[in-house]
């Protein structure tokens, strides 16, 4: 399974971690603005997401990331491109 495939199965479960309204401001939030997620709902992403042993984890350091902080960042980045792509219904 392709790491992005992978991280695509995560996005309902990242869509939980903000309220309807955290969810619009990280909607609003301009893409070089997303590293002020990395404490709060990159946090989250590493501790129930990015476990030693889950398969999201494997296939990040099978791609050469590394470091769970590049790790979440990179999922929040394209969970940022993701709600811009697809309308709501679908989510």
């Known amino acids: ?7 695509e199965r995560h ?3 990242m869509e939980r971690l ?6 619009l401001g990280f909607e609003c939030t301009p893409v070089g603005w ?10 989250r992403i590493r501790g129930e997401m990015l ?5 999201l984890y494997r296939l990040f350091l099978s791609e050469k990331v590394k470091k769970p902080d ?9 969970f940022h491109c ?7 219904c679908l989510r």
């Open 1 to 7: 399974m392709s790491l992005y495939r992978e991280i």
């Open 51 to 55: 476990t030693g042993g889950s398969r």
């Open 18 to 23: 903000f309220t309807p309204g955290e969810l």
């Open 70 to 78: 590049d790790m979440s960042a990179i999922m929040i980045l394209l």
């Open 34 to 43: 997303l590293s002020e997620y990395n404490l709060t709902v990159g946090a």
């Open 82 to 88: 993701y709600i811009h792509m697809s309308p709501p």
């Open 11 to 13: 996005f309902y479960k």
